[in-house]
């Protein structure tokens, strides 16, 4: 009977079947990176209980016209939750780089005639398209040097230089105060900032940006996914859909807040 009934109501039937699929690598998803210690507990056993009540609600609404509402903010959510993990993991790729170069910076500024940590700063600022500074570092760390020892180095350093030619501004400012430094400056001549690591590191976002993307995404798919949900079952009765609209937002607050989402 059940089977017949879902049948007649096409978009539940249809809504029902296909839910399982976004749900199943919601799930998958979350619990890769709750082992990977990306996500705490507490977060990650709440979004696989939100993606099991929306299994629930999608195969047994209250309304016919809640499933297929379900079934399409579970894909929209889905869709915007990768190129936001994707971001999250380039910003920690990058969080690994800014502290190889500032560890290299702090070799150099110790000891000025480390060959090796100028290389390895230059080569990082190459990579994030300081052109100018990665020349200037590279030709004082390889100024005299042996063609015969350091020939792979040389090369590159060649390279470095047509694509200069071709960069219409190879040395940037100082982020902090504007002044443009001699190319391979360590600190800014007028306000001390670091400006080798400032150009590479930007103005970025403070604290775990992973986390606070992910609690970002979160508050989204509870807005999308909880607010159909409480005019499906509360839509008749005013009073009890506004205070479970407000329960969404206080909801969506503490998970904000608990995600240092506005932490800056």
């Known amino acids: 009977m059940f089977l017949t009934e879902a049948i007649n109501r096409w978009g539940v039937f249809v809504s029902g079947c296909l839910i399982w699929i976004p749900i199943a690598v919601w799930i998958l998803a979350i619990i890769h990176m709750w082992v990977g210690g990306d996500i705490e507990s507490p977060f990650a056993v709440s979004a696989i209980l939100v993606g099991i009540a929306i299994i629930v609600f999608t195969v047994r609404p209250p309304v016919d016209w809640l499933s297929p509402v379900l079934f399409g903010a579970t894909i929209v959510t889905m869709v915007m939750f990768w ?5 999250a993991l380039e910003h920690e790729l990058k969080e690994i780089d800014v502290d190889r170069l500032e560890r290299a910076l702090d070799a150099c500024e110790a000891r000025p005639d480390n060959a090796a940590s100028k290389l390895a700063a230059a080569e990082m600022l190459f990579k994030y398209g300081q052109l100018g500074h990665a020349i200037a570092m590279a030709d004082t760390a390889l100024a005299g040097a042996n063609p015969a020892h350091f020939r792979k180095e040389l090369a590159a350093l060649a390279q470095w230089r047509a694509v200069a030619q071709r960069a219409a501004s190879p040395v940037s400012a100082c982020i902090q105060c504007g002044l443009t430094n001699p190319a391979g400056t360590i600190r800014c001549s007028r306000c001390e900032a670091p400006v080798l690591l400032d150009s590479v590191r930007g103005r970025v976002v403070k604290g ?17 996914v909880g607010v159909p ?23 969506a607050i503490v998970i904000g807040i608990r995600g240092r989402v506005l932490e800056t």
């Open 83 to 87: 190129p936001i993990r994707r971001l």
């Open 229 to 251: 949900t409480v005019f499906a079952y509360l839509g008749k009765q005013p009073i009890l859909a506004a205070l479970g609209i407000l329960g969404i937002a206080g909801a």
């Open 208 to 224: 775990n940006l992973m986390r606070k993307l992910i609690t970002a995404w979160a508050v989204g798919t509870l807005v999308v």
